[in-house]
């Protein structure tokens, strides 16, 4: 059987335990041996203890805890060819001839790079006297297994990354919670949510909560926004609406790419509406905490198929990415999925941005 390499890499998202659970006890029933790679790239390319042996008592009691118990980090390391030479000859060094990687999109693309760069690396090894020809012949192609672990929901070709009905889950807590003190005081909120590069937590978050006005990246709002979201919140206010709510994804911005920031949406709360107003920031409470049950039923389907796909791998397909469509768990091309989420708006859909932006209590 093969032994396979696996790790969690960049930001940390719930379900990524459920995944590492998935991927040992899947490879042990497949007559594999599974082998954690302990802090993400760094314990590729630091190699040593951080590469351990992981057994089917191990994960046991992961699928609910968040975070990643592996550990995970945001590797520069790994970004330098250097880094990656150091890491094959991690992986050669400890007869691992095959990589399940769970992350984000530089995570990723990051392994992608190091396939193709893979008999280069093995030359390179060669040539410098670090290992022998013959300890590298084994290994002339690496089979890499990409997992989608995010709680942006910011891939496409997936309909949900691992992790983001999580953290929506919590999202759409705290606002609840900011609810009933908004609505006790008569107050303004702005909500600020995570999502750099990516408004699909906003989005979802401002549908689920029946927010009265949202902010994202993708979609920035047209000029004189500021008269457009007062006068709907002087709406609702006019209909005995207690409360406002605005959601603002951390990465907002308006159409000249500057960033909307929560303290300026609150100042025009605050100044042209004399709005009570208060920010909260979230921050990462959306990131940690158990996962949802979607999230344990999808690590787990999708690292018994990162297996699967592995051991049906040729020397000739490409590095395959597990997904989900249509609640159908499938395999999609790492390096075309990687390019598509490089080149679209990931998962925000217009039509749904427009009902958010309508539904509200104003219509
Ligand atoms: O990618 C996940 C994410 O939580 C983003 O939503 C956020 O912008 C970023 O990570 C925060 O990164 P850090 O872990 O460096 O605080």
Redo the contacts with the bound molecule.
Sequence with gaps: GKRIGLLTS??D?PGMNGVVRAVVRMAIHCDCEAYGIYEGYEGLVQGGDMIRQLYWEDVRGWLLRGGTLIGSA?CAAFRERAGRLAAARNLILNGIDALVVCG?DGSLTGADVFRAEWTGLLDELVATGTLTAEQVAPYATLNIVGLLG???N?FSGTDATIGCYSALTRICEAIDDVFDTATSHRRGFVVEV?????GW?ALMAAISTAADWLFIPEMPPRDGWEEDMCSIITKNRDRGKRRTIVIVA??AQDRNLNHIASAKIKDILTDRLHLDTRVSVLG?I??GGPPCAYDRWLSTLQGVKAVEALLALTPDTPSPVVTIRENTIGVSSLAETVKLTQETAASIDAKQFDRAMTLRDSE
């Design positions: 960049g930001g998202a945001r984000g995010s709680i942006d910011d995570m999502g750099r590069y990516c937590l951390e990465g990462h959306q990131r």
